[in-house]
């Protein structure tokens, strides 16, 4: 059976993702090195191939190991494909967390974020290269999940919008999980979903999209009937 991408969501009460942040903020790296080797191959091979084309001899041939030996360490396809996509989440965090501390202020923290988010999985060989070959694999591993893939991201950026409320960058006032909510919708769109006004891959365009309608959410909704200033 090919794998469709559930492994987004991953086996256990936490998602792929949830543990590839949780690997990039305990800095958790893998001491074996034939499963390191393993997963080289099998990401240069997936890139190459696609995932449905790709079988686990082919990535023991191109890891120089035998057949047994991928077995022993991945016991399915479906396992060594989420461990491959894992380690890239993990490596898309380690950037993110990398670049939100460049920026200086929480408008920009949110304007880097949004941009250093879509450049990372498109341009990703992997993530990217799934996204337009077979985006029937990640699509609806995305949309057609209950809302669980959206509900881990938004869990995440509204941690991350909370700091920022702690730290009293941000009204306290603000309804954290809701913006949440609204900014991964905005970002999910343009990953699933190409723009004919939009070049995703101009950083300036991507940014100036931020600061118009991303960062004014920082501020909380004002009640019906108070007067606008």
């Given amino acids: 059976m090919e794998p469709t991408?559930?492994?987004?969501?991953?086996?256990?009460?936490?998602?792929?993702?949830?543990?590839?942040?949780?690997?990039?903020?305990?800095?958790?790296?893998?001491?074996?090195?034939?499963?390191?080797?393993?997963?080289?191959?099998?990401?240069?091979?997936?890139?190459?191939?696609?995932?449905?084309?790709?079988?686990?001899?082919?990535?023991?041939?191109?890891?120089?190991?035998?057949?047994?030996?991928?077995?022993?360490?991945?016991?399915?396809?479906?396992?060594?494909?989420?461990?491959?996509?894992?380690?890239?989440?993990?490596?898309?965090?380690d950037q993110f967390l990398i670049d939100i501390e460049q920026a200086d202020t929480v408008a920009d923290r949110v304007v880097m974020g949004f941009v250093s988010s879509l450049r990372a999985f498109r341009r990703n060989p992997l993530i990217g290269g799934l996204i337009a070959a077979e985006p029937d694999l990640i699509v609806p591993s995305i949309v057609s999940d209950g809302g669980q893939t959206l509900a881990t991201v938004r869990q995440f950026v509204a941690g991350q919008l909370r700091r920022e409320q702690r730290a009293g960058n941000v009204s306290s006032d603000l309804d954290a999980d809701l913006v949440a909510e609204m900014m991964v919708r905005v970002s999910t769109s343009f990953l699933a979903i190409p723009s004919e006004l939009i070049d995703l891959d101009d950083n300036e365009q991507l940014a100036a999209v931020a600061r118009q309608f991303l960062v004014p959410m920082l501020e909380p909704r004002r009640a019906t009937g108070d007067p606008v200033s």
Avoid: H, N, W
């Fill in 5 to 93: 991408l559930p492994v987004l969501m991953g086996p256990g009460p936490e998602s792929l993702l949830e543990r590839a942040y949780i690997d990039a903020v305990e800095q958790v790296d893998d001491m074996d090195p034939v499963r390191t080797r393993v997963l080289d191959a099998a990401y240069e091979q997936f890139c190459r191939m696609g995932l449905r084309r790709s079988t686990m001899e082919d990535v023991a041939r191109r890891a120089g190991v035998s057949r047994i030996t991928v077995y022993r360490r991945f016991t399915t396809k479906d396992a060594l494909v989420e461990d491959v996509v894992r380690r890239e989440f993990r490596r898309y965090f």
